[in-house]
Protein backbone atom coordinates (compact mmCIF):
# COMPACT_ATOMS: atom_id res chain seq x y z
CA UNK A 1 0.00 0.00 0.00
CA UNK A 2 2.81 2.45 0.62
CA UNK A 3 4.22 1.37 -2.57
CA UNK A 4 1.01 2.52 -4.19
CA UNK A 5 0.91 5.86 -2.94
CA UNK A 6 4.30 6.50 -3.04
CA UNK A 7 4.09 7.34 -7.16
CA UNK A 8 1.35 10.00 -6.08
CA UNK A 9 3.29 11.88 -3.29
CA UNK A 10 5.61 14.02 -5.78
CA UNK A 11 2.67 15.33 -7.03
CA UNK A 12 0.70 16.01 -3.86
CA UNK A 13 4.25 17.84 -2.31
CA UNK A 14 4.14 20.34 -5.81
CA UNK A 15 0.63 20.74 -4.79
CA UNK A 16 1.30 21.37 -1.32
CA UNK A 17 4.09 23.89 -2.56
CA UNK A 18 1.88 25.99 -4.95
CA UNK A 19 -1.32 26.21 -3.03
CA UNK A 20 -1.07 25.03 0.71
CA UNK A 21 2.38 26.52 1.54
CA UNK A 22 1.46 26.15 5.46
CA UNK A 23 0.83 22.07 5.34
CA UNK A 24 2.96 19.08 6.30
CA UNK A 25 4.94 17.62 2.73
CA UNK A 26 4.74 13.93 2.73
CA UNK A 27 8.46 13.09 3.38
CA UNK A 28 9.68 15.58 5.77
CA UNK A 29 7.35 16.91 8.44
CA UNK A 30 7.57 19.83 10.79
CA UNK A 31 9.55 22.01 7.97
CA UNK A 32 10.17 25.68 8.70
CA UNK A 33 6.87 27.31 7.07
CA UNK A 34 9.58 30.23 5.71
CA UNK A 35 10.93 27.40 3.63
CA UNK A 36 7.47 26.56 2.70
CA UNK A 37 6.17 29.74 0.94
CA UNK A 38 9.54 30.75 -0.51
CA UNK A 39 8.04 31.00 -4.10
CA UNK A 40 4.84 32.35 -3.73
CA UNK A 41 4.46 35.47 -5.35
CA UNK A 42 0.48 35.18 -6.52
CA UNK A 43 -2.21 34.25 -3.90
CA UNK A 44 -4.96 34.06 -5.93
CA UNK A 45 -4.82 30.07 -6.43
CA UNK A 46 -5.17 30.01 -2.61
CA UNK A 47 -8.06 32.33 -3.25
CA UNK A 48 -9.56 30.19 -5.37
CA UNK A 49 -8.88 27.04 -3.31
CA UNK A 50 -10.96 28.66 -0.42
CA UNK A 51 -13.65 29.96 -2.58
CA UNK A 52 -13.91 26.29 -3.93
CA UNK A 53 -14.22 25.17 -0.41
CA UNK A 54 -16.90 27.33 0.34
CA UNK A 55 -19.07 26.74 -2.88
CA UNK A 56 -18.95 22.88 -1.91
CA UNK A 57 -19.72 23.02 1.39
CA UNK A 58 -22.63 25.48 0.79
CA UNK A 59 -23.97 23.65 -2.38
CA UNK A 60 -23.27 20.14 -1.04
CA UNK A 61 -24.06 20.47 2.82
CA UNK A 62 -25.07 24.23 3.87
CA UNK A 63 -25.25 24.54 7.72
CA UNK A 64 -28.49 26.35 7.46
CA UNK A 65 -30.55 23.25 6.25
CA UNK A 66 -31.12 19.92 6.03
CA UNK A 67 -29.46 18.50 2.96
CA UNK A 68 -30.88 15.02 3.98
CA UNK A 69 -33.92 13.15 4.30
CA UNK A 70 -34.66 9.38 5.23
CA UNK A 71 -37.00 7.09 3.00
CA UNK A 72 -38.44 4.12 2.97
CA UNK A 73 -37.83 3.94 -1.08
CA UNK A 74 -42.07 4.00 -0.91
CA UNK A 75 -43.68 7.88 -1.48
CA UNK A 76 -46.93 5.97 0.23
CA UNK A 77 -45.01 4.61 3.45
CA UNK A 78 -43.34 7.80 3.80
CA UNK A 79 -46.62 9.53 3.86
CA UNK A 80 -48.66 7.17 6.77
CA UNK A 81 -48.77 9.32 9.46
CA UNK A 82 -46.74 7.16 12.04
CA UNK A 83 -43.63 6.67 9.66
CA UNK A 84 -43.65 10.26 8.70
CA UNK A 85 -42.83 11.44 12.26
CA UNK A 86 -40.27 8.72 12.91
CA UNK A 87 -38.41 9.86 9.73
CA UNK A 88 -38.96 13.22 11.05
CA UNK A 89 -37.60 12.43 14.10
CA UNK A 90 -34.61 10.97 12.92
CA UNK A 91 -34.15 13.47 10.74
CA UNK A 92 -33.89 15.75 12.84
CA UNK A 93 -31.64 13.63 15.42
CA UNK A 94 -28.93 13.04 12.86
CA UNK A 95 -29.01 17.15 12.58
CA UNK A 96 -28.65 17.56 16.02
CA UNK A 97 -25.50 15.49 16.77
CA UNK A 98 -24.24 16.44 13.74
CA UNK A 99 -24.11 19.73 14.40
CA UNK A 100 -23.56 19.40 18.07
CA UNK A 101 -20.64 21.76 19.22
CA UNK A 102 -18.85 18.95 20.46
CA UNK A 103 -19.12 17.21 17.45
CA UNK A 104 -16.47 18.87 15.23
CA UNK A 105 -18.13 18.67 11.94
CA UNK A 106 -18.49 21.39 10.62
CA UNK A 107 -14.50 21.94 10.74
CA UNK A 108 -13.78 19.25 10.12
CA UNK A 109 -15.93 19.12 7.10
CA UNK A 110 -14.29 21.94 5.97
CA UNK A 111 -10.78 20.49 6.43
CA UNK A 112 -11.71 17.50 4.27
CA UNK A 113 -13.14 19.73 1.04
CA UNK A 114 -9.92 21.57 1.30
CA UNK A 115 -8.28 18.18 1.34
CA UNK A 116 -10.49 17.18 -1.93
CA UNK A 117 -9.69 20.19 -3.57
CA UNK A 118 -5.70 20.46 -3.13
CA UNK A 119 -5.12 16.40 -3.13
CA UNK A 120 -8.55 15.13 -4.88
CA UNK A 121 -8.63 13.07 -1.69
CA UNK A 122 -9.98 13.32 1.95
CA UNK A 123 -10.78 10.86 5.00
CA UNK A 124 -13.14 11.16 7.98
CA UNK A 125 -13.22 9.36 11.09
CA UNK A 126 -16.35 9.07 12.76
CA UNK A 127 -16.24 7.38 16.00
CA UNK A 128 -18.56 7.64 19.27
CA UNK A 129 -18.04 9.84 21.78
CA UNK A 130 -18.03 8.88 25.83
CA UNK A 131 -20.80 9.91 26.81
CA UNK A 132 -23.01 9.58 24.13
CA UNK A 133 -23.19 11.83 20.61
CA UNK A 134 -20.58 11.49 17.50
CA UNK A 135 -16.71 12.75 17.43
CA UNK A 136 -15.38 13.89 13.43
CA UNK A 137 -11.98 14.07 12.76
CA UNK A 138 -10.41 15.15 9.56
CA UNK A 139 -7.37 12.92 8.72
CA UNK A 140 -4.98 14.38 7.00
CA UNK A 141 -3.86 12.32 3.30
CA UNK A 142 -0.70 12.22 4.78
CA UNK A 143 -1.03 9.43 7.21
CA UNK A 144 -3.92 7.10 5.02
CA UNK A 145 -3.13 4.39 2.58
CA UNK A 146 -5.92 3.09 0.88
CA UNK A 147 -6.95 -0.44 -0.94
CA UNK A 148 -9.95 -1.08 -3.23
CA UNK A 149 -11.31 -4.15 -3.85
CA UNK A 150 -12.43 -6.15 -6.85
CA UNK A 151 -15.96 -3.97 -7.13
CA UNK A 152 -13.96 -0.27 -6.99
CA UNK A 153 -14.94 0.20 -3.23
CA UNK A 154 -12.32 1.44 -0.74
CA UNK A 155 -12.41 -1.44 2.01
CA UNK A 156 -9.06 -1.26 3.58
CA UNK A 157 -7.56 1.74 5.01
CA UNK A 158 -4.56 1.83 7.04
CA UNK A 159 -3.08 5.29 8.96
CA UNK A 160 0.61 5.65 10.10
CA UNK A 161 -0.05 8.27 12.78
CA UNK A 162 2.09 9.52 15.72
CA UNK A 163 0.65 10.08 19.39
CA UNK A 164 2.60 11.89 22.30
CA UNK A 165 2.99 9.68 25.57
CA UNK A 166 -0.07 11.47 26.90
CA UNK A 167 -2.15 10.95 24.40
CA UNK A 168 -1.16 7.11 23.97
CA UNK A 169 -1.83 6.47 27.45
CA UNK A 170 -5.23 7.93 26.90
CA UNK A 171 -6.12 5.69 24.22
CA UNK A 172 -5.18 2.82 25.34
CA UNK A 173 -5.16 2.77 29.21
CA UNK A 174 -3.78 -0.60 30.83
CA UNK A 175 -2.51 -1.74 26.98
CA UNK A 176 -0.36 0.88 26.67
CA UNK A 177 3.69 -0.52 25.58
CA UNK A 178 5.72 -0.67 28.19
CA UNK A 179 8.49 1.46 26.54
CA UNK A 180 5.51 4.50 26.30
CA UNK A 181 4.95 3.76 30.32
CA UNK A 182 8.60 4.44 30.67
CA UNK A 183 8.57 7.36 29.05
CA UNK A 184 6.22 8.79 30.86
CA UNK A 185 7.74 7.67 34.17
CA UNK A 186 10.92 9.86 32.52
CA UNK A 187 8.56 12.82 32.69
CA UNK A 188 8.82 13.14 28.60
CA UNK A 189 4.95 13.43 28.50
CA UNK A 190 5.42 14.93 24.79
CA UNK A 191 7.60 12.42 23.08
CA UNK A 192 6.10 11.34 20.02
CA UNK A 193 5.36 7.61 19.40
CA UNK A 194 4.42 5.78 15.76
CA UNK A 195 1.32 3.84 15.32
CA UNK A 196 -0.38 1.91 11.97
CA UNK A 197 -4.23 1.49 13.01
CA UNK A 198 -5.59 -1.30 10.33
CA UNK A 199 -8.77 -1.51 9.28
CA UNK A 200 -10.30 -4.04 7.20
CA UNK A 201 -13.37 -6.63 6.53
CA UNK A 202 -13.61 -9.46 8.75
CA UNK A 203 -12.90 -12.73 6.48
CA UNK A 204 -13.49 -15.18 8.94
CA UNK A 205 -17.11 -13.16 10.26
CA UNK A 206 -19.52 -15.69 11.65
CA UNK A 207 -23.20 -13.96 11.53
CA UNK A 208 -23.91 -16.46 14.33
CA UNK A 209 -21.17 -15.42 16.90
CA UNK A 210 -21.91 -12.52 19.61
CA UNK A 211 -19.22 -9.69 19.80
CA UNK A 212 -16.46 -8.74 17.48
CA UNK A 213 -16.94 -12.23 15.65
CA UNK A 214 -19.83 -11.04 14.14
CA UNK A 215 -18.66 -7.84 12.62
CA UNK A 216 -18.07 -6.67 9.20
CA UNK A 217 -14.57 -5.14 9.97
CA UNK A 218 -11.78 -5.47 12.11
CA UNK A 219 -9.18 -2.76 13.22
CA UNK A 220 -5.32 -3.70 14.63
CA UNK A 221 -3.62 -0.98 16.72
CA UNK A 222 0.50 -1.67 16.19
CA UNK A 223 3.18 -0.25 17.52
CA UNK A 224 5.73 0.33 15.33
CA UNK A 225 8.78 0.93 17.58
CA UNK A 226 8.31 -2.64 18.70
CA UNK A 227 6.73 -4.38 16.02
CA UNK A 228 3.83 -4.87 18.70
CA UNK A 229 -0.09 -5.85 18.18
CA UNK A 230 -1.72 -3.27 21.04
CA UNK A 231 -5.34 -4.19 20.46
CA UNK A 232 -7.99 -5.21 18.07
CA UNK A 233 -11.11 -3.95 17.95
CA UNK A 234 -14.47 -4.47 15.69
CA UNK A 235 -16.52 -2.37 14.06
CA UNK A 236 -20.00 -2.82 12.54
CA UNK A 237 -19.12 0.07 9.92
CA UNK A 238 -16.08 1.18 8.65
CA UNK A 239 -14.93 4.21 10.64
CA UNK A 240 -12.40 5.94 8.47
CA UNK A 241 -14.54 7.10 5.68
CA UNK A 242 -12.30 8.24 2.71
CA UNK A 243 -13.51 9.61 -0.44
CA UNK A 244 -11.95 11.15 -3.73
CA UNK A 245 -13.04 14.36 -6.07
CA UNK A 246 -12.33 12.26 -9.14
CA UNK A 247 -11.29 9.42 -9.89
CA UNK A 248 -9.84 7.53 -13.65
CA UNK A 249 -11.18 3.59 -13.52
CA UNK A 250 -7.39 2.35 -13.08
CA UNK A 251 -6.34 4.77 -10.08
CA UNK A 252 -6.56 3.92 -6.52
CA UNK A 253 -6.32 8.10 -5.23
CA UNK A 254 -7.98 10.41 -6.63
CA UNK A 255 -7.49 13.89 -8.53
CA UNK A 256 -8.79 17.34 -7.41
CA UNK A 257 -8.99 21.08 -9.04
CA UNK A 258 -5.44 21.75 -7.95
CA UNK A 259 -3.70 18.49 -9.18
CA UNK A 260 -5.52 18.88 -12.38
CA UNK A 261 -4.58 22.82 -12.35
CA UNK A 262 -0.91 22.52 -10.86
CA UNK A 263 0.56 23.58 -14.62
CA UNK A 264 -1.22 26.25 -14.94
CA UNK A 265 -0.43 26.98 -11.49
CA UNK A 266 3.50 26.75 -11.39
CA UNK A 267 2.92 28.92 -14.34
CA UNK A 268 1.30 31.92 -12.89
CA UNK A 269 3.44 32.04 -10.47
CA UNK A 270 6.31 32.24 -12.33
CA UNK A 271 4.86 34.93 -14.56
CA UNK A 272 4.04 36.85 -11.81
CA UNK A 273 7.67 36.86 -10.68
CA UNK A 274 8.97 37.21 -14.45
CA UNK A 275 6.30 40.76 -14.04
CA UNK A 276 7.34 41.67 -11.26
CA UNK A 277 11.10 41.91 -11.87
CA UNK A 278 9.99 43.54 -15.44
CA UNK A 279 8.12 46.44 -13.73
CA UNK A 280 10.69 46.63 -11.49
CA UNK A 281 13.46 47.06 -14.09
CA UNK A 282 10.80 49.09 -15.70
CA UNK A 283 10.27 51.57 -12.89
CA UNK A 284 13.82 51.40 -11.99
CA UNK A 285 16.03 51.15 -15.10
CA UNK A 286 19.51 49.88 -14.55
CA UNK A 287 21.96 53.21 -15.33
CA UNK A 288 24.87 52.90 -18.30
CA UNK A 289 27.71 55.00 -17.21
CA UNK A 290 30.86 55.96 -19.33
CA UNK A 291 33.84 54.31 -18.62
CA UNK A 292 36.22 57.17 -17.34
CA UNK A 293 35.31 58.24 -14.20
CA UNK A 294 32.64 60.43 -12.66
CA UNK A 295 31.29 61.02 -9.39
CA UNK A 296 29.18 58.54 -7.14
CA UNK A 297 25.93 58.59 -9.25
CA UNK A 298 23.09 59.49 -7.44
CA UNK A 299 19.50 58.33 -8.39
CA UNK A 300 17.84 60.46 -5.23
CA UNK A 301 15.43 62.98 -6.88
CA UNK A 302 16.95 66.94 -6.37
CA UNK A 303 20.79 64.79 -6.41
CA UNK A 304 23.62 66.82 -7.47
CA UNK A 305 25.62 64.36 -9.89
CA UNK A 306 29.67 66.01 -10.45
CA UNK A 307 30.97 64.99 -13.29
CA UNK A 308 28.23 63.32 -15.43
CA UNK A 309 28.26 65.50 -18.40
CA UNK A 310 31.18 65.85 -20.79
CA UNK A 311 32.65 68.73 -22.01
CA UNK A 312 30.12 69.49 -24.90
CA UNK A 313 27.09 69.08 -22.31
CA UNK A 314 26.71 65.47 -23.36
CA UNK A 315 25.54 63.15 -20.30
CA UNK A 316 27.80 60.44 -19.31
CA UNK A 317 25.12 58.53 -17.84
CA UNK A 318 21.62 57.42 -18.88
CA UNK A 319 19.17 54.79 -18.09
CA UNK A 320 18.70 51.39 -20.31
CA UNK A 321 15.74 51.44 -21.53
CA UNK A 322 14.70 47.74 -22.03
CA UNK A 323 11.47 47.90 -23.58
CA UNK A 324 9.88 45.94 -21.51
CA UNK A 325 5.88 45.68 -21.83
CA UNK A 326 4.58 44.72 -18.24
CA UNK A 327 1.09 45.41 -20.04
CA UNK A 328 1.46 42.09 -22.00
CA UNK A 329 2.45 40.32 -18.80
CA UNK A 330 -0.56 41.00 -16.86
CA UNK A 331 -2.81 40.87 -19.93
CA UNK A 332 -1.48 36.76 -19.72
CA UNK A 333 -1.38 36.47 -15.87
CA UNK A 334 -5.00 37.67 -16.01
CA UNK A 335 -5.65 34.96 -18.29
CA UNK A 336 -4.33 32.54 -16.38
CA UNK A 337 -5.93 32.91 -13.31
CA UNK A 338 -9.37 33.17 -15.17
CA UNK A 339 -8.14 29.80 -16.46
CA UNK A 340 -7.11 28.71 -12.81
CA UNK A 341 -10.82 30.10 -11.32
CA UNK A 342 -12.81 28.05 -13.80
CA UNK A 343 -10.83 24.78 -12.71
CA UNK A 344 -12.16 25.55 -9.18
CA UNK A 345 -15.24 26.40 -10.22
CA UNK A 346 -15.70 29.79 -9.75
CA UNK A 347 -17.22 30.39 -13.34
CA UNK A 348 -20.35 29.58 -12.00
CA UNK A 349 -20.59 32.47 -9.16
CA UNK A 350 -18.75 35.21 -11.40
CA UNK A 351 -21.75 34.69 -14.22
CA UNK A 352 -24.35 35.40 -11.32
CA UNK A 353 -21.95 38.42 -10.30
CA UNK A 354 -21.20 40.04 -13.32
CA UNK A 355 -25.00 39.57 -15.13
CA UNK A 356 -27.17 40.76 -11.86
CA UNK A 357 -29.90 41.67 -14.55
CA UNK A 358 -30.65 38.48 -16.01
CA UNK A 359 -34.08 36.89 -16.04
CA UNK A 360 -35.21 34.14 -14.01
CA UNK A 361 -35.16 31.64 -16.40
CA UNK A 362 -31.55 32.61 -17.42
CA UNK A 363 -30.46 32.36 -13.82
CA UNK A 364 -32.35 28.82 -13.76
CA UNK A 365 -30.03 27.72 -16.74
CA UNK A 366 -27.39 28.83 -14.99
CA UNK A 367 -28.20 26.60 -12.32
CA UNK A 368 -29.26 23.45 -14.37
CA UNK A 369 -25.53 24.15 -15.75
CA UNK A 370 -24.30 24.24 -12.78
CA UNK A 371 -25.17 20.56 -11.69
CA UNK A 372 -25.20 19.02 -14.65
CA UNK A 373 -21.33 20.25 -14.35
CA UNK A 374 -20.92 19.17 -10.97
CA UNK A 375 -22.58 15.95 -10.83
CA UNK A 376 -20.18 14.09 -11.53
CA UNK A 377 -17.92 14.93 -8.15
CA UNK A 378 -20.98 15.51 -6.42
CA UNK A 379 -22.30 12.06 -7.12
CA UNK A 380 -19.06 10.64 -5.98
CA UNK A 381 -18.80 12.54 -2.71
CA UNK A 382 -22.40 11.04 -1.97
CA UNK A 383 -21.29 7.76 -2.71
CA UNK A 384 -17.77 7.45 -0.89
CA UNK A 385 -18.51 10.65 1.82
CA UNK A 386 -22.05 11.32 2.66
CA UNK A 387 -23.91 7.80 2.36
CA UNK A 388 -20.91 5.97 4.47
CA UNK A 389 -21.47 8.89 6.87
CA UNK A 390 -25.10 8.63 7.43
CA UNK A 391 -24.85 4.95 8.25
CA UNK A 392 -22.11 4.85 10.50
CA UNK A 393 -24.03 7.80 12.12
CA UNK A 394 -27.14 6.07 12.35
CA UNK A 395 -25.36 2.92 13.60
CA UNK A 396 -23.67 5.10 16.48
CA UNK A 397 -26.60 6.46 17.82
CA UNK A 398 -28.87 3.33 16.97
CA UNK A 399 -26.12 1.45 19.16
CA UNK A 400 -26.45 4.29 22.08
CA UNK A 401 -30.25 3.38 22.21
CA UNK A 402 -31.50 7.03 20.77
CA UNK A 403 -33.00 5.51 18.04
CA UNK A 404 -36.51 4.79 19.22
CA UNK A 405 -39.12 2.24 18.66
CA UNK A 406 -39.83 1.71 14.62
CA UNK A 407 -43.71 1.87 13.88
CA UNK A 408 -44.89 -1.52 13.29
CA UNK A 409 -45.79 -0.87 9.17
CA UNK A 410 -42.55 0.37 8.59
CA UNK A 411 -41.12 -2.88 10.67
CA UNK A 412 -43.06 -4.55 8.99
CA UNK A 413 -42.00 -3.17 5.06
CA UNK A 414 -38.53 -3.76 5.88
CA UNK A 415 -39.04 -7.39 7.40
CA UNK A 416 -41.22 -8.51 4.08
CA UNK A 417 -39.08 -6.11 1.19
CA UNK A 418 -35.57 -6.72 2.76
CA UNK A 419 -34.45 -3.16 2.70
CA UNK A 420 -33.72 -0.33 4.98
CA UNK A 421 -34.01 3.22 5.36
CA UNK A 422 -32.79 4.78 2.27
CA UNK A 423 -31.27 8.48 1.62
CA UNK A 424 -32.41 11.41 -0.32
CA UNK A 425 -30.32 14.78 -0.62
CA UNK A 426 -31.54 17.73 -0.93
CA UNK A 427 -28.59 20.10 -0.97
CA UNK A 428 -29.04 23.02 -4.01
CA UNK A 429 -26.16 21.73 -5.75
CA UNK A 430 -28.37 18.45 -5.93
CA UNK A 431 -31.79 20.36 -6.52
CA UNK A 432 -29.45 22.26 -9.61
CA UNK A 433 -29.07 18.81 -11.05
CA UNK A 434 -32.88 18.63 -11.06
CA UNK A 435 -33.74 21.89 -12.43
CA UNK A 436 -34.11 19.95 -16.01
CA UNK A 437 -38.08 19.90 -15.28
CA UNK A 438 -38.17 23.58 -14.08
CA UNK A 439 -36.18 25.32 -16.79
CA UNK A 440 -38.63 23.07 -19.43
CA UNK A 441 -41.78 24.95 -17.78
CA UNK A 442 -40.41 28.06 -18.15
CA UNK A 443 -39.09 28.05 -21.15
CA UNK A 444 -42.73 26.43 -22.47
CA UNK A 445 -44.21 29.53 -20.71
CA UNK A 446 -42.28 31.90 -22.76
CA UNK A 447 -42.39 29.94 -25.72
CA UNK A 448 -46.69 30.41 -26.11
CA UNK A 449 -46.67 33.93 -24.56
CA UNK A 450 -47.43 34.90 -28.15
CA UNK A 451 -50.12 32.52 -28.94
CA UNK A 452 -51.62 33.19 -25.81
CA UNK A 453 -52.49 36.73 -26.98
CA UNK A 454 -54.37 34.62 -29.91
CA UNK A 455 -55.91 32.28 -27.31
CA UNK A 456 -55.78 32.64 -23.81
CA UNK A 457 -57.07 29.16 -23.31
CA UNK A 458 -53.27 27.76 -24.40
CA UNK A 459 -53.20 27.66 -20.96
CA UNK A 460 -55.75 25.54 -19.87
CA UNK A 461 -53.29 22.26 -20.48
CA UNK A 462 -51.41 22.61 -17.65
CA UNK A 463 -52.15 22.35 -13.58
CA UNK A 464 -51.08 25.46 -12.28
CA UNK A 465 -51.00 24.22 -8.64
CA UNK A 466 -48.77 21.85 -9.87
CA UNK A 467 -46.45 23.97 -12.16
CA UNK A 468 -45.67 26.35 -9.05
CA UNK A 469 -44.60 23.20 -6.87
CA UNK A 470 -42.24 22.35 -9.62
CA UNK A 471 -40.67 25.36 -9.96
CA UNK A 472 -40.75 26.49 -6.22
CA UNK A 473 -38.94 23.23 -5.18
CA UNK A 474 -36.11 23.68 -8.05
CA UNK A 475 -35.55 27.31 -6.76
CA UNK A 476 -35.30 25.77 -3.04
CA UNK A 477 -38.27 26.84 -1.49
CA UNK A 478 -38.73 25.45 1.72
CA UNK A 479 -40.83 22.40 2.45
CA UNK A 480 -42.84 24.64 5.34
CA UNK A 481 -43.60 27.20 3.34
CA UNK A 482 -45.90 25.31 0.31
CA UNK A 483 -49.13 23.90 1.19
CA UNK A 484 -49.19 20.30 1.85
CA UNK A 485 -51.86 18.14 -0.94
CA UNK A 486 -54.31 17.89 2.40
CA UNK A 487 -54.28 21.79 2.91
CA UNK A 488 -54.99 22.78 -0.53
CA UNK A 489 -57.96 19.87 -1.06
CA UNK A 490 -59.31 21.32 2.23
CA UNK A 491 -58.96 24.92 0.99
CA UNK A 492 -60.71 23.98 -2.36
CA UNK A 493 -63.55 21.85 -0.90
CA UNK A 494 -63.93 25.31 1.88
CA UNK A 495 -63.85 27.55 -1.31
CA UNK A 496 -66.60 25.48 -3.36
CA UNK A 497 -69.03 25.06 0.18
CA UNK A 498 -68.22 29.08 0.16
CA UNK A 499 -69.15 29.25 -2.69
CA UNK A 500 -72.39 27.59 -2.76
CA UNK A 501 -72.87 28.92 0.35
CA UNK A 502 -73.17 32.40 -1.99
CA UNK A 503 -75.20 30.98 -4.37
CA UNK A 504 -77.61 30.58 -1.63
CA UNK A 505 -77.50 33.60 -0.31
CA UNK A 506 -77.53 35.27 -3.43
CA UNK A 507 -80.45 33.50 -4.57
CA UNK A 508 -82.82 33.68 -1.66
CA UNK A 509 -83.78 37.72 -2.39
CA UNK A 510 -85.18 36.53 -5.54
CA UNK A 511 -87.13 33.63 -4.79
CA UNK A 512 -88.37 35.78 -1.27
CA UNK A 513 -89.90 38.44 -3.70
CA UNK A 514 -90.71 35.65 -6.16
CA UNK A 515 -92.61 33.92 -3.04
CA UNK A 516 -93.90 37.86 -2.06
CA UNK A 517 -95.34 38.03 -5.75
CA UNK A 518 -97.25 34.71 -5.74
CA UNK A 519 -99.37 35.22 -2.44
CA UNK A 520 -99.89 38.89 -3.63
CA UNK A 521 -101.22 37.34 -6.52
CA UNK A 522 -103.23 34.72 -4.70
CA UNK A 523 -105.14 37.40 -2.55
CA UNK A 524 -105.76 39.80 -5.32
CA UNK A 525 -107.58 36.34 -6.84
CA UNK A 526 -109.80 35.26 -4.35
CA UNK A 527 -110.94 39.26 -3.57
CA UNK A 528 -111.70 39.85 -7.51
CA UNK A 529 -115.67 39.36 -7.94
CA UNK A 530 -115.24 38.56 -11.99
CA UNK A 531 -112.92 35.73 -11.13
CA UNK A 532 -114.96 34.23 -8.07
Same mark, same amino acid.
Given at each position: ?????????????????????????????????????????????????????????????????????????????????????????????????????????????????????????????????????? *?????????????????????????????????????????????????????????????????????????????????????????????????????????????????????????????????????????????????????????????????????????????????????????????????????????????????????? *????????????????????????????????????????????????????????????????????????????????????????????????????????????????????????????????????????????????????????????????????????????????????????
Amino acid at each position: MESIRLKYEDLWDRVCRAISPTSDDFRTKDKALGQQNQRQYDSFPMQAMDKFAAAIEGGLIPRTEMWTELSTGDNDLDEDHDVKLYLEDKNQLLWDERYSPRANFSSSAHEKILSLGSFGNGCFLVEARKGGGI *FYKSIHISEIFIQKNREGFIDKVHRKFCLSTHDAIELFGPQTPERILKSKDAGRMSEKFEFLNCIMPQSDRDDMAIGMKSMPFVGHYVFLADKLLIRTDGYYEMPYIPSRYLVNSDEVYGQGPATKMLADISMLQEMRRTTIEAANISVDPPVLLHADDISDFDQMPGAHNYGALDDQGRPMAMAWNTGVNVGLGLDMISDVRRQIDDGFMGVY *FRVLVENPQMTATQAMLIAQQQGQMTAPPIGRLQSEWLGPMIRRESGILYRQGKYGDMPDVLRQHFESTGKSLQIKYTSPLTRAARTGEAVGILRTFESLAPIAQIDPTVYDAFDAKEVARIVADANGVPARALKSPEDMKAQQEAEEQQAALGDVLTAAPIAAQTAKTLSEAQAMSRNNPVLN
